[in-house]
């Protein structure tokens, strides 16, 4: 194994031949012994080592991407948290990326002329979406938030008595029909009125509820989705 990378080390980059360098003084300076290593983390965990201490360790230095808990602290389909994960990293499929990479000659929102169609514009300030996100999590500031992360705040604010799960799952549920009925729009020309976009979030719901953790009382999403309307002011 060692004779083989020395082979190819000729052939990496500059920072693997110095990561290369820095491991081969480390396993120089290292004598094996014939008890059993012990593997531990500096801090944070007395004795032992799990990767689930190295993800809790991460996760609570607040030095983790932004909506972590979004991504992984939920019940959606693999799918939806690919779609996440595209989101969180500013890679969904907007129009200004697509633009950025050449591949379209207008950044705009398909339904705001002059406005790029950037991931905080196509799933938080877009007009369309202001009368929904009212309606959805009965914020006054609805219309206010400016970021993807502002939006997941204030619904979590909104909600502070649910589980985090519960927060996470609904938002990213709101953001997965949103995306999906913006490019229905876009793509079929369909017409989403907020009472069938509501419709679409109890269906998708009823489905995801399943792969929801016994542990987790679902009661308060249930009576959230089910009192979903266009109307609420
Ligand atoms: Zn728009």
């Given amino acids: ?26 396993l120089a300076r290292h004598r094996p012994t014939p008890v059993p290593d012990r593997h531990a983390l500096v801090a944070g965990v007395p004795t032992g080592f799990k990767t689930s201490y190295a993800y809790r360790l991460l996760h609570s230095s607040g ?28 890679r969904t499929r907007t129009r200004a990326r697509l633009c950025r990479l050449g591949i379209l000659q207008s950044s705009d929102c398909p339904f705001c ?8 514009h196509l799933f938080v300030n877009c007009p369309r979406l202001l009368r929904i996100w009212r309606c959805a999590s009965a914020d006054p500031r609805a219309g206010s938030h400016r970021t993807v992360e502002d939006l997941v705040d204030a619904f979590s604010d909104a909600h502070l008595g649910w589980p985090l799960t519960l927060c996470m799952t609904t938002t990213t549920l709101l953001l997965w029909i949103t995306w999906k009925t913006r490019n229905r ?3 079929d020309g369909a017409n989403i009125t907020t009472a069938e976009f509501f419709t679409s979030v109890r269906d998708h719901l009823t489905l995801w509820l399943v792969r929801a953790p016994h542990r987790i009382d679902c009661a308060p999403l249930v009576a959230w989705c089910a009192s979903l309307s266009p109307l609420t002011p």
């Fill in 1 to 26: 194994m060692g004779a083989a990378a020395l082979a190819w080390c000729d052939r990496v980059s500059p920072a693997t031949a110095a990561d290369f360098a820095m491991l081969e003084d480390a």
């Fill in 63 to 90: 030095c983790g991407p932004p909506l972590h808990d979004l991504n992984w602290d939920t019940f959606v389909p693999v799918r939806v948290k690919v779609f996440i994960w595209f989101l969180r990293h500013r």
């Fill in 113 to 120: 002329p002059g406005v790029a169609e950037d991931v905080d």
């Fill in 185 to 187: 729009m876009v793509f």
